[in-house]
């Protein structure tokens, strides 16, 4: 495994999705960019679709975790049941602790 | 299909695919799998193999997977905790990196929003239906 290719969360942490900024193929929406939410699973290690996407050599294995928010709390206004929830799986580079400004 | 008569009469029959001109997407499509069998980069028995594979995956399958969950309490278990390993435990050649299951329950629906990029199960459930994609 390469350095820093290690789970850094733990079920259960709180932790805010970065905004990267990052164009092409990346697979973090910006509806959850800057919220935050709890780590659900460590989904494994996968290649990094934004390298993959254009075919990138050496390309490592990173962590990919499922994160869980409160839909209430990625929409303002959300009209749905108060218990409704999101999981999507969000790789590693975008995760921050929670108290990250 | 023979071209060379005139449609002077009226077809008894819906137009086979032969009647019908090409897409602007079947012409690129065609082009490039020309090119590349003839750059040798590919090979036609290896699209074919590829399309066979893909034909293999239908909704029946995880159909097939629930309905033994339903009667069979620890292959539920082996589901929920692995699903690719249950998928192929039921001779289902799923190709995929990884599978994950979810139960709903009286208190929780799960609803799978799946944004087609290139991550849909084919080789389990083939083809996503038409109603979910944007271009169809």
């Not at chain 1, 092409?24 to 939410?37: D, K, L, M, N």
């Not at chain 2, 799978?112 to 991550?119: A, F, H």
């Amino acid at each position: 495994m390469a350095a820093g290719a290690e789970p850094r969360f733990a079920v259960g942490d709180r932790v805010r999705i970065l905004d990267l900024g990052k164009p092409g193929h990346v697979r973090t929406p910006t509806y959850v960019r800057g919220r935050v939410g709890t780590i659900e699973r460590f989904c494994g290690l996968f290649e990094n679709p934004e390298e993959r996407a254009y075919g990138r050599e050496g390309r490592e294995r990173i962590p990919l975790y499922r994160v869980h928010f409160e839909q209430r709390e990625l929409w303002p206004g959300y009209a749905g049941d108060a218990h409704d929830t999101l999981e999507i799986e969000i790789y590693h580079h975008w995760l921050a602790p929670e108290e990250t400004p | 299909m023979n071209d060379a008569h005139e449609h002077s009469h009226v077809h008894a029959h819906a137009p086979s695919d032969d009647d019908v001109a090409l897409t602007e997407e079947e012409a690129k499509f065609i082009a490039l799998k020309s090119l590349l069998i003839e750059k040798g980069l590919i090979t036609a028995d290896a699209i074919r193999a590829r399309m066979e594979a893909d034909a293999c995956g239908t909704p029946h399958q995880g159909a097939r997977m629930v309905a033994k969950a339903w009667s069979d309490a620890n292959y539920k278990a082996r589901l929920l905790s692995d699903a690719k390993s249950a998928a192929i435990e039921l001779g289902i050649p799923v190709t995929e990196a990884a599978l994950l299951a979810l139960e709903n329950t009286p208190r929780l629906h799960n609803l799978i929003v799946c944004t087609l990029c290139s991550c849909y199960p084919r080789s389990l459930l083939g083809e996503p239906r038409c109603a979910s994609r944007a271009r169809c």
